[in-house]
């Protein structure tokens, strides 16, 4: 299920768009740094 908002920010990365990510899960936000995805402050 990780993958999926990941794979959601990077589609919408590509049509312009400059997601943030909010999440609590540290994996999810280390996969997110490492494919450049901003996270936002929570």
Known sequence: MI????ASIDFLRSLGQRPMLATYDQRLASSASSLGIPLAAL
């Open 3 to 6: 993958y999926v908002h990941l």
